[in-house]
């Protein structure tokens, strides 16, 4: 999976530097050309002529060389690099670039990179563990750089605890199968729909509900890792993607939502519908604020169409369409009654009866049923595991 790709190794202060040498060596062997580029403090810990001598390429420090007066030219290197790992990531490095600093030629390079970025950090258990560093970590991640996660052991100071570097037979692991995973949906257009949606009653109240758009933004995401061009039509919510890939389309009410996946379904070659639409909404829209008078108030409510119904009814040859249903009794029956009336591929229920999942919790429960009312029944996972579980559904279809 590393062959011929063009690696940055990003090397920072911190004593495992020593570990970059194997891991030169490893991505050497795998078939990747490798430039590291250390801060100046990396080259206490382990010398530039080791990681020259093993990336048989001269390692780059400085913005200026020192013996010629040329420059190194951070943007050209950027754009050279199909991937930027920066292995170990110190906890000042990651400030850095979770601040956009670049007062050197690591930050700068990482600045100024398009391709994808790997950050392993390697620090002490109090630094890994303080308010400071969880936020850069968290906001590194949200401009979708990916974290490979520091392991549990001694540390330099003596301590036990999370913050050693990942070996570096983990981390050409990782890389190798993270580019595997890429392969999996690659550029196959897909939509998704996350998010409740708000009937507008009057100019300050809607009729709502309490999805949060978790599972949905976990499946855009999902789908981005796995190559996929993911377009994720959402309706009000706080989540923010981690893939920067996904292309966001925000809508308010059902009526909005129908008409952007009405938009994007005749090129989606796959379609998940997790958001929790209104399947009323009010008949008419007051102009102005209803004013409070009688002891009670009634809200004539109109059907909205079923978007998934409509989809379904489009549908192509080839083409994917899967469903949720969220029920609260006669579950599996209700299930196969939603994916046979929406002429869906697969559905993925949801009970609210199983402690645990549905709105806004960070785990769920799902039971996935097939065309051929074949169940399958999964365990209570994260979110994130869940949106796995389904995407790869969705590629086992695509890919036969
Ligand atoms: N759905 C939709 N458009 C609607 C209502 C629902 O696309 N107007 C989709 C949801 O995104 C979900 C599936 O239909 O994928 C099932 O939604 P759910 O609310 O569980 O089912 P309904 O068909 O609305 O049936 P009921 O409310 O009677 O359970």
């Known amino acids: 999976m590393l062959e011929g790709k063009n690696i940055i ?23 990747a050309q490798v430039q590291v580029v250390m801060t100046p403090d990396a080259t206490s810990f382990i010398t530039p002529l080791t990681l020259s001598t093993l990336s048989k390429n001269p390692v780059l420090v400085n913005y200026f060389k020192p013996d010629t007066g040329e420059w190194n030219n951070h943007v050209e290197l950027g754009l050279w690099a199909d991937m930027l790992i920066i292995a170990p990531a110190s906890a000042n490095t990651l400030a850095k670039m979770a601040n956009g600093l670049c007062d050197n030629l690591l930050t700068a390079v990482y600045l100024s990179t398009k391709c994808p970025v790997y950050f392993a950090p390697a620090m002490d258990l109090d630094m890994w563990l303080h308010p400071a560093t969880r936020q850069n970590v968290a906001r590194l991640q949200s401009f979708g750089n990916t974290l490979i996660a520091p392991g549990n052991g001694e540390l330099a100071s003596g301590l036990y605890g999370e913050g050693r570097l990942a070996e570096p037979e983990e981390i050409v692991d990782f890389l190798s199968s993270t580019l595997k995973k890429k392969r999996l949906l690659a550029d196959q257009k897909i939509m998704v729909t996350a998010g409740p949606t ?22 855009a995401d999902e789908l981005a890792l796995m190559g996929a061009d993911v377009t994720l039509i959402t309706g009000p919510t706080a989540q923010v993607s981690r893939q920067q890939t996904v292309k966001r389309i925000d809508v308010t009410s059902a009526a909005e939502m129908l008409e952007a996946c009405a938009n994007n379904f005749e090129n989606a070659k796959a379609c998940i519908m997790s958001a ?125």
């Open 198 to 219: 708000y009937e507008a009653i009057d100019p300050v109240r809607f009729i709502g509900n309490h999805s949060s758009g978790k599972m949905g933004f976990a499946i």
């Open 276 to 400: 929790a639409v209104a399947d009323y909404t009010p008949a008419q829209v007051a102009a102005q604020k209803i004013k409070k008078q009688d002891d009670s108030l009634n809200i004539e409510l109109k059907k909205t169409t079923d978007i998934l119904k409509f989809l379904g009814e489009r549908k192509a040859e080839g083409q994917i369409l899967v469903g949720f249903a969220l029920e609260t009794n006669d579950e599996e029956q209700n299930a196969m009654n939603k994916l046979q009336r929406k002429n869906l591929d697969f559905i993925v229920l949801n009970s609210l009866n199983d402690a645990g999942a549905g709105f806004k919790k960070d785990t769920n429960k799902i039971t996935i049923i097939d065309r051929s009312l074949q169940k399958t029944v999964f365990e209570l996972k994260s979110k994130d595991a869940v949106a796995r579980d389904i995407c790869l559904k969705v590629a086992q279809l695509i890919n036969g």
């Open 9 to 31: 190794l990003g090397v920072c202060g911190s004593i495992a530097a020593y570990k970059s040498a194997l891991l030169v060596r490893l991505l050497v062997k795998a078939g």
